[in-house]
């Protein structure tokens, strides 16, 4: 079993370059194994070409390596603490994804200008408060997680699957590591359109409520109707 959750978070990783989300090294995805109580994550510094299925390293939700003979990603405190925290989240990405770290060094979380990102993210993608320098002299990655977890009191991981940090960029999350790909690539679009429309129109307003209402939920809501049944 844990082979084929090295494999999945292998082709997850891989999935990074090829959506054009990360450059050299700058990303990694993870896999959550809740039964076994480990998690599958890209190895430290690896290039993505040099990357193999056994090269995945093994990790328990305490952070400690239980399998593999590399070093895990040094955001892996960060994707340990979000698992831990968030009981629905499978998968997790994090990139330096140009259009979302944009938003991160601005400070600014992104607001639902229209309904391509009320199709995903039911409100605002967040931008959470920096991290100070007591918490990044300190365990920094852990850290990380902690200060994405505070920022999400109140709000629902599930109905908004993605999170920029302060100055750094953004993670995003899914049921699984290809779920949690798919929503990477939506917020770095997401973000590109919203940068775009702030430059067409600087006094432009969030969508309405009941127009990201419906798209929200008609995919996610309990009468979701978009795409197939059965």
């Known amino acids: 079993m844990l082979e084929e959750l090295k494999e999945r978070v292998y082709r997850a990783n891989m999935d990074l370059p090829k959506h054009g989300l990360v450059t050299f090294t700058w990303g990694n995805a993870s896999e959550v194994d809740r039964e076994r109580g480990v998690f599958a994550i890209k ?5 993505y070409e040099d990357l193999t299925p056994a090269s995945m390293v093994i990790c328990d939700l305490d952070g400690n390596v239980v399998e593999g003979t590399l070093n895990p990603s040094s955001d892996m405190p960060t994707h340990a603490e979000l698992y831990r925290s968030f009981a629905q989240v499978g998968g997790i990405v994090h990139t330096h994804s140009p259009w979302a770290v944009s ?13 391509t990102h009320a199709d995903y993210f039911y409100g605002e993608v967040p931008c959470v408060r920096g991290l ?4 990044v002299d300190g365990a920094y990655e852990f850290n990380t997680g902690r200060v994405i977890v505070e920022g999400f009191a109140g709000i629902d991981p599930v109905a908004v699957p993605g999170v920029l940090v302060r100055n750094h960029g953004p993670f995003t999350w899914g049921k699984d590591a290809a779920q949690a790909v798919y929503h990477a690539v939506v917020l770095e679009e997401v973000a590109k359109m919203a940068a775009r429309t702030e430059w067409l129109a600087p006094q432009v307003g969030p969508a309405p409520q009941y127009l990201a209402d419906r798209h929200y939920l008609r995919k996610h809501g309990p009468d979701a109707y978009y795409g197939q049944r059965g």
């Not at 190895?43 to 290039?47: A, R, T, W």
């Not at 600014?108 to 309904?115: A, E, F, L, Q």
Request: hydrophobic share 25%.
């Open 43 to 47: 190895p430290s510094g690896v290039p």
């Open 103 to 115: 938003w991160a060094q601005a400070g600014r979380s992104i607001p639902c200008y229209g309904t």
């Open 132 to 135: 100070t320098k007591q918490e």
